[in-house]
């Protein structure tokens, strides 16, 4: 069995999940991805199996995979948009990922970024550093309200950390979990979208990229939506936002920040518009970084595989 790794998570963090995939015995070929289309289409072939992170698998990168070895795709992460789930059914490629293992790193990743920009640490850290003892004043959260766009896994784990730092919680989504919000009635769940634009100080996204998602937050949305200039966090996926209107927002007072650990283009382009932009903090994709939550995350992913080989067995 050969198999391709790329994600990066897994090949830098030492944990069981790399013991696990060692104790298979695959033929294993290494690369660091995002690996992009162009660079799979070559190789793919090659390989039965990947366990990939957010590389591109376009339809005609399964295509060509199908036409060698590819069996089986086994995601390292949750989200599924840069996979063509469509062509991997027309192709017979089965694709596993790894839900419920990232909601802890990603929700705490979120809050690090709120308190960081609230407390200004990032620019007290830099001014330091140069021996100034410059000091900026910064802002409570206690109080104020956050209005969580997508409650999924991630969704549901930071609604119950933001109430417990004592944050008002707003929360929509298309599916209204009855059960969760019975069990956490501080949430006030809206069907609107709007009345969250409206009313939250710190807006957090976590849904999927897909054509529907692509730029959520628009221009539109930005000025002429956001009533209470809020702090727009994002640790989903890049193209939910339209860059250029975060920073025409940031720029007019209709946006207090924009806080993000994911980009349209990764990794940063050299022309990224949102580099060094004042109120704008950004991490490299890493809200899932953590050496639990990749253990976690690489250990579902070998499993998954195995269970895949094992099936295509019986």
């Not at 069907?191 to 529907?212: F, G, M, R, V």
């Not at 890049?238 to 975060?246: E, Q």
């Not at 890493?286 to 099936?311: C, D, H, P, Y």
């Amino acid at each position: 069995m050969k198999v391709l790794l790329t994600s990066t998570s897994f090949q830098d963090t030492p944990g069981k999940h790399q013991e696990l995939l060692k104790e298979q015995g695959y033929d294993l070929d290494i690369l660091r991805g995002p690996i992009s289309e162009g660079q799979l289409l070559p190789i793919i072939g090659n390989y039965d199996a990947v366990i990939c992170g957010d590389d591109e698998y376009t339809e005609a990168v399964i295509k060509k995979g199908v036409e060698g070895n590819l069996k089986y795709i086994s995601k390292y992460g949750v989200g599924l948009d840069r996979i063509d789930l469509e062509a991997a059914k027309k192709y017979g490629i089965p694709v596993t990922n790894c839900p419920g293992v990232n909601q802890v790193s990603v929700s705490e990743h979120v809050l690090a970024l709120l308190f960081t920009f609230e407390k200004n640490v990032h620019l007290q850290y830099n001014s330091t550093n140069t021996g100034s003892w410059k000091r900026w004043v910064g802002h409570e959260i206690q109080g104020k309200t956050i209005g969580v766009v997508g409650l999924g896994a991630i969704g549901k784990e930071l609604s119950k950390k933001a109430n417990a730092l004592g944050i008002k919680v707003m929360a929509c989504d298309l599916y209204r979990n009855q059960e969760f919000l019975d069990q956490n009635p501080y949430i006030s769940f809206e069907k609107d979208i709007n009345e969250i634009y409206k009313n939250a100080d710190i807006i957090s996204l976590h849904l999927p990229h897909t054509p529907q998602s692509e730029h959520l937050i628009s221009e539109e949305v930005v000025q002429n939506k956001f009533k209470r200039k809020p702090i727009l966090i994002n640790t989903s996926r890049g193209m939910l936002v339209d860059s250029k209107a975060i920073l025409k927002g940031l720029k007019e007072g209709k946006l207090r920040g924009y806080l993000t650990d994911v980009l349209a283009h990764e990794p940063m382009l050299e022309n990224e518009i949102l580099k060094g932009a004042e109120n704008v903090i950004i991490t490299p994709h890493v809200g899932s970084r953590t050496f639990q939550s990749v253990e976690r995350q690489g250990t579902m992913a070998v499993e998954n595989l195995k269970k895949l080989i094992n099936l295509g067995k019986d």
